[in-house]
């Protein structure tokens, strides 16, 4: 066969094939496809055409085993074997003597809870251990808007929010939450603790840098951890080491010529000392460096301000300077949740890449509600946060000064007062952490037989998360104030604190330790 024959047998065969096609319902369609794709972008037909190549290719493939040659088959009888044979290690560590000898002694409240609760016992006590300040609890106009609410909209909304979970209540409550603070908008979260563990990954990503105090709470410790970003600590509180790594983290990327986002992490009342931020020269170091700040109210709102708006508040800070603005809708409005308060853009970037807010079930309308009845009351009604402060510097008055043994380092206006040992006693006793949480656990157990529930810091779960090897946790007795009980209540239970630190630290020595 000569080339011309070749040449005439190529084009009959085509045209054979051609004609085929054309029979194929739809082949008219799929060439004008080709054709208009090639003509109009010719890249884009190589790459389909180079994909159906491949496609072919894998169906045409041989099969080969996803196991090695020296795989062996096992028998029903040896799986079972293994499968009895095989113990899965614990989702959590054993629990100590301690943590056992602690368990054994908590109390059990029975029925709502409030100033006075019954215990399992049967014995009425006055609770200082609870973050109702305000009372809320006992507030019958809420009580009744609440249950109001449960008939109407039903127990929860069964749906995360930006779908069907989203309901009118929840976008009334966060208008009322932004008009509280005086943002442009804000965001609710249906759990306190994965708010702001969720809020810092949302903006903060692997190369960004955040500046964070060696201080804050172990939510903000989650949230840097998934955030994968380059973490800086200053000292607690130290603005002038604050200061000293912002000037470094910009002198470093102005060297390297590089941009990342830079935020400054804080709490405004931290949960782990009880003091406060330095707010107005945070905002004034951030506007120096260009960071953002990502402040955590999560004990501050609904405490400092005159009407509990927060640090911004207390310290006559406008709302606007501060980025974010991260609290709680739990503790003192005695609702659930956690919200996060700032401009338009900080709120709507959330509604989509926030983990815990797409991911999780909206708020249950009650709760919702609630915050926002408790947040009126405290706007309409500020002199229920007086008469909290006054308990608490009746309550302060029989701790810290006639105390010999233990020091508050909470922040004046702190209803959860901080108990720590004194660093005298620590030092000439020679007390170690464990040797203190083990006479806190003693204090505790006398106040409570004397007729008064107190708790204490746990830090626990603080121990091995990131950024706690170069600091000291001290271990703190917590006693939180309510506005439900009156003067004379508080300064009669701040005596029975008192005496029971007294009589645990006066006693004669006791080298028998729960661990024994």
Not at 72 to 80: F, G, W, Y
Not at 192 to 214: L, M, N, Q
Not at 324 to 330: D, K, P, R, T, V
Request: hydrophobic share 40%.
């Amino acid at each position: 066969m000569d080339l011309h024959e070749a040449q005439a047998y190529l084009q009959a065969s085509l045209h054979e094939i051609s004609h085929t096609f054309q029979k194929v319902p739809g082949s008219a369609v799929l060439i004008r496809y080709i054709q208009s794709s090639y003509q109009n972008d010719p890249i884009r037909s190589a790459i389909e055409l180079v994909l159906v190549i491949f496609f072919v290719r894998y169906l045409l493939s041989p099969s080969y085993p996803t196991h090695d040659p020296n795989y062996v088959k096992l028998r029903e009888d040896e799986i079972d074997e293994l499968v009895r044979e095989w113990e899965p290690e614990p989702l959590v560590a054993p629990q100590t003597a301690f943590e056992e000898a602690e368990a054994e002694r908590q109390p059990v409240i029975i029925g709502p809870t409030g100033p006075k609760v019954k215990l399992s016992n049967g014995k009425t006590v006055t609770n200082l251990a609870s973050y109702n300040f305000y009372n809320f609890n006992a507030s019958e106009p809420i009580k009744e808007k609440a249950i109001q609410t449960l008939r109407t909209y039903g127990v929860g909304p069964c749906g995360p929010p930006q779908f069907y979970g989203t309901q009118d209540v929840h976008m009334n409550t966060e208008q009322d939450i932004a008009s509280f603070l005086g943002t442009q908008s804000s965001i609710v979260y249906s759990h306190a603790f994965s708010t702001i563990s969720s809020v810092i990954p949302t903006f903060c990503k692997r190369g960004d840098v955040i500046v964070a105090d060696k201080m804050v709470n172990y939510s903000i410790r989650k949230g840097l951890e998934a955030s994968r970003s380059n973490i800086k600590w200053y000292e607690h509180n130290d603005m002038e080491d604050l200061e000293r790594v912002m000037k470094k983290v910009a002198e470093e990327q102005a060297k390297r010529k590089i941009l990342t986002r830079r935020f400054i992490v804080t709490e405004g009342l931290f949960e782990m000392v009880g003091d406060c931020s330095n707010l107005p020269k945070l905002v004034e170091l951030k506007e120096k460096y260009k960071f953002r700040i990502a402040l955590d109210e999560t004990w501050s709102f609904g405490v400092l301000g005159r009407n509990g708006r927060g640090l911004t508040e207390a310290q006559n800070v406008d709302s606007e300077a501060v980025d974010m603005i991260i609290g709680s809708l739990a503790g003192p409005l005695c609702a659930a949740g956690g919200f996060c308060a700032g401009s338009k853009d900080v709120v709507q970037h959330q509604r989509i890449n926030a983990a815990s807010y797409t991911y999780s079930a909206a708020l249950p309308a009650m709760a919702a509600v609630t915050a926002s009845e408790t947040l009126n009351v405290l706007q309409c009604n500020p002199d229920i946060l007086l008469q909290c402060r006054e308990n608490i510097r009746a309550m302060r008055a029989q701790l810290d000064p006639r105390s010999d043994w233990v020091q508050c380092t909470s922040d004046p206006e702190n209803p959860v007062m901080l108990l720590v040992f004194k660093p005298e006693v620590v030092q000439s006793r020679r007390l170690t952490n464990e040797d203190q949480e083990r006479l806190l656990l003693e204090i505790t157990d006398e106040t409570l037989a004397n007729g008064v529930l107190v708790t204490r810091l746990k830090s626990m779960p603080m121990i091995g998360s990131i950024g706690t090897k170069d600091i000291d946790i001290k271990p703190a007795l917590k006693v939180c104030i309510t506005s439900g009980l009156s003067k004379k209540e508080i300064e009669k239970a701040g005596v029975t604190i008192r005496h029971a630190i007294t009589k645990i630290m006066t006693r004669k020595p006791n080298r028998q330790s729960l661990a024994a």
